[in-house]
């Protein structure tokens, strides 16, 4: 069954650092997402992406954080200087057109990059 | 903006029987979707089950069902027959029914880690 794979499945960085967070979506869906989850807390939604520009960031999402899906396959989140704060579990995810078959509106997430900023 | 509230970060029940995850949301809109994501030790966050509001009827898959109280804005999970294989850490989410865009994002809650007791 097709997954979404992303790597690093861990990474430790100094802060300062820039970061960069691989994704491979599933190969027919057509919306992207990267979502993070700072240990015991919510997972938080960071940015939605489709037809190659963001349709939704949220207030995290700031000028450090930046998304592009270079190939038309992966989908990657970079972070250019990295702090402490952004030490988290960063989930992909994407989905498929609506009305394509399944549940609509299901996120398929793939197992999450660790970031440890030091 | 919408809330995801998962009070309990953890339960615990005992294998063949019973367990109810608790969920509340709040919202000022009368057309949403509900899912229930879970989230096996280092593996991906998967659908367990999906609720669209407009609808009264209580949504089920085999041996997972949930109790939606559209007026109390609570939105439970109930394992049935638990198995080992149902110990995760499981995630309320909410999403919007209204066009926003291309994309809508899922709002999640901080999740509730389950254990299965043998």
């Known amino acids: 069954e097709p997954e979404v794979t992303q790597t690093p499945s861990h990474q430790v960085t100094q802060m300062g650092q820039e970061v960069i967070l691989r994704c491979v979506p599933i190969?027919?869906?057509?919306?992207f997402y990267w979502y993070r989850q700072i240990l015991g807390q919510k997972v938080e939604f960071l940015v939605s992406?489709?037809?190659?520009?963001?349709s939704e960031k949220s207030e995290i999402f700031d000028d450090q954080f930046s998304v592009e899906r270079p190939d038309g396959s992966n989908f990657t989140l970079k972070i250019r200087s990295t702090k402490l704060e952004d030490s988290a579990m960063y989930f992909c995810a994407s989905r498929p057109p609506w009305g394509s078959g399944g549940v609509d509106g299901e996120l398929f997430f793939g197992e999450g990059s660790r970031l440890t900023v030091l | 903006a919408q809330t995801v509230t998962q009070s309990q970060p953890e339960m615990s029940v005992q294998e063949a029987e019973t367990v109810t995850l608790s969920c509340t949301y709040d919202?000022?809109?009368?057309?949403?979707?509900l899912f229930w994501y879970k989230q096996p030790p280092s593996r991906q966050m998967i659908l367990v089950i999906r609720?669209?509001?407009?609808?009264?009827q209580n949504a089920t898959e085999n041996r997972f069902s949930v109790n939606f109280q559209k007026a109390a804005k609570s939105f439970s999970l109930k394992i049935s027959d638990s198995q080992l294989g149902d110990a995760a850490m499981y995630f309320c989410?909410?999403?919007?029914?209204?066009?926003?865009?291309?994309?809508?994002?899922?709002?999640f809650g901080k999740g509730i880690t389950l254990s299965v007791r043998p």
């Open positions: 190969s027919n869906h057509l919306y």
């Open positions: 989410a909410y999403r919007t029914a209204l066009w926003t865009g291309a994309n809508s994002k899922l709002t």
């Open positions: 919202t000022s809109e009368s057309d949403y979707y």
């Open positions: 609720q669209e509001a407009y609808k009264q």
């Open positions: 992406f489709y037809n190659n520009e963001i």
